[in-house]
């Protein structure tokens, strides 16, 4: 009995370091891609407009407990019209890694945003492939009187009865 009793606790023992030696690999995921060529806007004729650049730092993944336990989260990045009279226009939404690497071209392309509007990109907690460090630098055009865009990002993650959410806000760099 004392045998049988060893080994199961052995056999226990064994499962268990191998459960906690497997590497967790990303995962392909699909990416909801919102369909951005129904806004793209012709601004050829605008050439009034000012131009700006903005970085945003985001989180797909950030580091719990040590730096090789990493937790992932869900991104909401939005993009904002602040202006209530014009339309704005977002050139192109670049999406790079911790590595500076760039992952993703959201669009490529001018987009409009009404006045007040507001559209988002949303990254799955399943695309890790941002890592702890990743963000955004999105080019953008404006009538010359109107306040500039604002561009955040929240993220978040709920895991039983515990989440967490925090947010990120740009700055412009150009």
């Not at 903005?54 to 719990?64: D, K, N």
């Not at 937790?71 to 977002?90: A, G």
């Not at 959201?106 to 695309?127: G, H, Q, R, W």
């Not at 963000?135 to 010359?144: L, P, T, V």
């Amino acid at each position: 009995m004392k045998i049988i009793t060893l080994l199961l606790k052995l056999l226990t023992l064994s499962f268990l370091l191998f459960i906690l030696s497997c590497e967790e690999k990303p995962q392909k995921i699909e990416i909801f891609q919102e369909n951005w060529e129904r806004r793209k806007a012709n601004i050829d004729s605008l050439n009034t407009l000012e131009f700006g650049k903005s970085y945003l730092s985001i989180y797909s993944q950030f580091y719990s407990f040590s730096q090789k336990s990493k937790y992932n989260l869900t991104v909401m990045v939005s993009l904002r019209n602040t202006s209530d009279k014009d339309s704005i226009y977002i050139l192109n939404s670049n999406y790079y890694n911790t590595e500076g690497e760039k992952i993703r071209t959201y669009f490529d392309f001018p987009i409009a945003l009404a006045p007040l509007e507001t559209v988002e990109i949303v990254i799955n907690s399943m695309d890790i492939e941002g890592g702890t460090g990743s963000n955004f630098i999105f080019e953008w055009k404006k009538k010359i009187d109107s306040p500039e865009p604002i561009f955040e990002a929240v993220m978040n993650s709920k895991q039983g009865t515990q989440g967490i959410a925090f947010t990120t806000h740009a700055i412009r760099i150009e």
